[in-house]
Nanobody
Framework: QVQLVESGGGLVQPGGSLRLSCAAS????????MGWYRQAPGEQRELVAT???????NYADSVKGRFTISRDNAKNTVYLQMSSLKPEDTAVYYC????????????WGQGTQVTVSS
């Protein structure tokens, strides 16, 4: 079993920055693809960014140029650096992991709240 624990959420003003962290443990493999999802109240969960073991990344159009996903395979940790935050970025952010050979995001963290408000 894989455990994912997010941290780093909080309240930030528009235009501000936050860095989320996700620490993986258990039977986690550095070969897993890692991703960040978010879910705003009344909305469906949406994919924000993904990163492969080799560092290949993909981003939702809504966060391109503002968010950066990275990972430290030695620490089994993935990060989401968020800059130029907007009120519409307000959501619960979830870390997730999947095996390279599947499209199923099988492992999820408990989520961390990010609120962008003045």
């Amino acid at each position: 079993q894989v455990q994912l624990v997010e941290s780093g959420g909080g309240l930030v003003q528009p235009g501000g920055s936050l860095r989320l962290s996700c620490a993986a443990s258990g039977s986690f493999s550095s070969r897993y693809v890692m991703g960040w999802y978010r879910q705003a109240p009344g909305e469906q969960r949406e994919l924000v960014a993904t990163i492969t073991t080799g560092g290949g990344t993909n981003y939702a159009d809504s966060v391109k140029g503002r968010f950066t996903i990275s990972r430290d395979n030695a620490k089994n940790t993935v990060y989401l650096q968020m800059s130029s935050l907007k009120p519409e970025d307000t959501a619960v952010y979830y870390c997730s992991a999947r095996k390279l050979t599947t499209v199923l995001w099988a492992y999820w963290g408990q989520g961390t709240q990010v609120t962008v408000s003045s």
